[in-house]
């Protein structure tokens, strides 16, 4: 209901007949062809400041994007999301078009889900919930766990998670807190911590391990979703490491995987994107020049050479531009770049047992109550449509 109101205030702002179009991203399609396609000039996009330029390379192909066009069918307004916290908005003027950057309006849900397994877990979650993103992401959260397809009817599954919704839609990605089967009247739980999956004793679980792709002089701009100018009181996003280094520095893959893009990338210049095992996407930024022989379908090995730093594209000065992705979704490689793979100790563990105990205690609980599917209190509801476009 509050949708629908939301779409009516939008509407009767324009007009009856004005009206919204929800539209997905071509593969391919950049910032300044959508522009051109639209019959708008490139200096709205040459006018943005170099942060928000360089933030255009990350649209992402697939991603919904909302057009709103006036009875006449010409442009009005264009909410473009970058990641999942902020959108680029661009907004018709009493002269041309202006561009900001705004946050993302959504719904935040906590739920939980409990079911008896009848023939797979992933095709049971399907099932209950439609929600094909949940399955495949349960099945992630035990690669490395009990194996979820030894599973048989009978034995039971938990998954405490969270989502967000926007326009009435499901938005961004499943991020799962817990997940917890019963098989043979035994209990095996799966926590998310730190970026990555853990046992309940803080063993990591997933395999997949990345290391320095660069050796840097220090890190001139750390990774940040949203953040909020003091003064100027606009929105900027950093999603990646920045290291600094001399132009024609090594780059190395940070993982092994195969190479899915090079070339240029925007504001990004001279860009490399490998894809790894697990959902993982590692992506080199303002390269000076590309590793010989290096092409997209290649398949490279951890710390193999594959480029140059250098400072093309919309660069401050020379660096690496460092970015990792899972599910597309921008997250700190901070939080995944590791010396060693081993189990949680010390400080850390202690941290770790304290955050899964409560979890833990709720999954348990949501099984001996035998629920189907709930919705928890914990509902955080945001206006449909953002204010700036009413």
Known sequence: MRKVVGLLMLLYSFGFAAYLEE??????????????????????????????????????????????RSEDHSLE?????????????LKKGADTFVMEIIPIVYQSEDLVLSLDIQHSPHSDIIKKTNNHALANEFSSSFRGGVNVRSLQKGDRLVVLYHQKRRLGKQFGTINIDVSMIETG?????????????????????????????????????????????????????????????RVGTPVKSAGSGKVVFVGN???????IEVSHDSSYKTLYAHLNGFAKGLSRGKSVKQGQLIGYVGNTGLSSGPHLHFGLYRNNTAINPASVVKIAKNSLG?????????????????????????????????????????????
């Open 23 to 68: 539209l997905k991203w071509p593969k391919g399609e950049t910032f300044l062809t959508f522009l051109e396609k639209n019959g708008l000039p490139p200096s709205i996009y040459y006018s943005l400041e170099r942060e928000d330029q360089e933030l255009a390379a990350e649209i992402v192909a697939g991603v919904r994007y909302h057009v709103l």
């Open 77 to 89: 307004q264009v909410l473009i999301p970058i990641g999942e916290e902020l959108q680029m908005h």
């Open 185 to 245: 009247k035994k209990e095996h739980y799966v926590f998310y911590y730190q970026e990555s999956y853990y046992d309940a004793a803080g063993k990591e679980l997933e395999n997949f391990l990345l290391a320095n792709p660069v050796n840097y002089t220090r890190i001139s701009s750390p990774f940040s979703t949203k953040r909020l100018h003091p003064i100027l009181k606009t929105y900027r996003a950093h999603l990646g490491i920045d290291y600094a280094a």
């Open 265 to 271: 990338k925007g504001g990004y210049g001279k860009t």
């Open 346 to 390: 010390g400080k850390e563990l202690k941290a770790f047992l304290a955050y899964s105990e409560g979890l833990k205690q709720k999954a348990h609980n949501a099984l001996t109550q035998k629920h189907s599917f709930v919705v928890e209190e914990n509902f955080e509801y945001a206006h449909s449509l953002d204010k700036k476009m009413l």
